[in-house]
């Protein structure tokens, strides 16, 4: 099982803040089925940026300390791009660090409430430019969460999305965990990733598939978890055409 979204890197941002506490995820990871995983650092944290070669370096590093321990688990660049005004105007889109380094997949994570207004054009501009944004947890985002509208838009003009394992799971409240129902009936989310920072939470992802097989159906399980792969490998991920929340209810979807 590959978990495509997780801050497992130690000292580059609110993840583990040690090397040791690094490989108790590894461990923990493992435990629960995982051989690989994405390392999605924010691309901003304490005033620093989590530049490519950061990233690169620590994962070199990172591997190199899980063959030596004995840890089936591969670690794969990736990072978690926070939208702003500065990387509209400032930043060159090249630097930016896509899923497994050589795919189009780029992690975008959303302000607080409110969004800006120029989400949009941020994100065409990286479309034109050969990114496809993938949306990091919008079911945890209190403007989505009140106007999902907003996301049903950018899933229509292109974007995909992954949610939290704990999310389905109803880690975070039985609200956002009826809101990332709604979306995954409304063909609004494309991947899970754990999104995990610290050892001792567990990574949920094996459960989080289950109780997607349970109110949806194997297939849409199935497709979820495949496009987890199909995004490391750079190929075309499977989608469903979206639909607005709420035209339809909840619903199996597949069979």
Known sequence: MIDIHCHIL???DDGPSTLEESLKMAEE?????????????????????NNRQRIY???????????????????????????????LEERDFIDLLAVNTNTSYLYLELPENPLPSYVKQLIREMQ?????????????????????????????NGCFVQIAAGSINGDYGGKV?????????SNLVHF????????????GLLKAYQEV????????AYMLMNNSWKMVEGAVVIR??????????LKKRFV
């Open 177 to 185: 965990r009826k809101f990332t129902q709604q979306l995954i009936a």
């Open 192 to 203: 899970i990733g754990s999104n995990n920072h610290q050892s001792g939470k567990g990574f």
């Open 128 to 156: 034109a430019s050969g990114f496809h944004p993938v949306i990091a947890s919008p079911e945890k985002n209190v403007y989505v969460n009140q106007q999902p509208e907003f996301l049903y838009e950018l899933v229509k």
């Open 240 to 249: 469903e055409e979206p639909e607005r929340i709420g035209r339809k209810g």
């Open 57 to 87: 370096t620590s994962i070199d590093e990172f591997n190199d300390v899980l063959r030596n321990e004995g840890i089936p688990l591969q670690v794969l660049p990736g990072q978690e791009t926070l939208v702003s005004n500065d990387l």
């Open 29 to 49: 990871a493992v435990f629960e089925g995982i051989d690989t995983i994405v390392a999605t650092p924010h691309d901003q944290s304490k005033n620093s940026y």
């Open 10 to 12: 130690h000292g580059l």
């Open 213 to 220: 097989g349970k109110q949806f159906g194997n297939q849409a």
